[in-house]
T-cell receptor, first 117, second 113 residues
Framework: NAGVMQNPRHLVRRRGQEARLRCSPMKGHSHVYWYRQLPEEGLKFMVYLQKENIIDESGMPKERFSAEFPKEGPSILRIQQVVRGDSAAYFC???????????????FGQGTRLTVV | KQEVTQIPAALSVPEGENLVLNCSFTDSAIYNLQWFRQDPGKGLTSLLLIQSSQREQTSGRLNASLDKSSGRSTLYIAASQPGDSATYLCAVPTFFGNEKLTFGTGTRLTIIP
């Protein structure tokens, strides 16, 4: 059972270009979370998705950022017109269920390190 | 708003020593707490998850405790090894029923051979 897979591992974009980050959750997991880790800062929640639904996007910047988790295929975090301040490590996590009394351990991918030049 | 604090921010100890990492959180209404390890330039590895009904969890040389009422958790590492050098993060769900996590800023651990 492969873990959470993110690609690419490293991504370099020029200012103004688009960045697309992909995340395939663990097999059997239907909940995906995206986090951002800015240099020398902690991880901050961005968005929580289930298949074809955005559940919570309270941590997403209002402009230029979007996320999806289609019925088929990986979850995509899309950053339009990137700026230098978008340079960070973007992590995806997945879990098998949400809330209640079940084990809701989150498993993280290796991250995508975005550098905007 | 949940806030998670980890002290100390950095810790260096000689190989073989036992050590304790601390995590505190402001809202005790959590239903689990998770400890992670992050190596430089790498992703997060889940170490231990403690459900709110539990007081501790053990995995090998690691033991994590949880005291919800006081808003504290500790990660105990026995007989430390150089390979334990990493940043250790604790995280709690932001609120019940939603698993988005609030992370502490981490403790950077260095084990001196």
């Amino acid at each position: 059972n492969a873990g959470v897979m993110q690609n690419p591992r490293h991504l370099v974009r020029r200012r103004g270009q688009e960045a697309r980050l992909r995340c395939s959750p663990m097999k059997g997991h239907s909940h995906v979370y995206w986090y951002r880790q800015l240099p020398e800062e902690g991880l901050k929640f961005m968005v929580y998705l289930q298949k074809e639904n955005i559940i919570d996007e309270s941590g997403m910047p209002k402009e230029r950022f979007s996320a999806e988790f289609p019925k088929e295929g990986p979850s995509i975090l899309r950053i339009q017109q990137v700026v230098r301040g978008d340079s960070a490590a973007y992590f995806c996590a997945s879990s098998i269920s949400t809330g209640g009394t079940t084990n809701t351990e989150a498993f993280f991918g290796q991250g995508t390190r975005l550098t905007v030049v | 708003k949940q806030e998670v604090t980890q002290i100390p921010a950095a810790l260096s100890v000689p190989e073989g020593e036992n050590l304790v990492l601390n995590c505190s959180f402001t809202d005790s209404a959590i239903y689990n707490l998770q400890w992670f390890r992050q190596d430089p330039g790498k992703g997060l590895t889940s170490l231990l998850l403690i459900q709110s009904s539990q007081r501790e969890q053990t995995s090998g040389r690691l033991n994590a405790s949880l005291d919800k009422s006081s808003g504290r958790s500790t990660l105990y590492i026995a007989a430390s090894q150089p390979g334990d050098s990493a940043t250790y993060l604790c995280a709690v769900p932001t609120f019940f029923g939603n698993e988005k996590l609030t992370f502490g800023t981490g403790t950077r651990l260095t084990i001196i051979p």
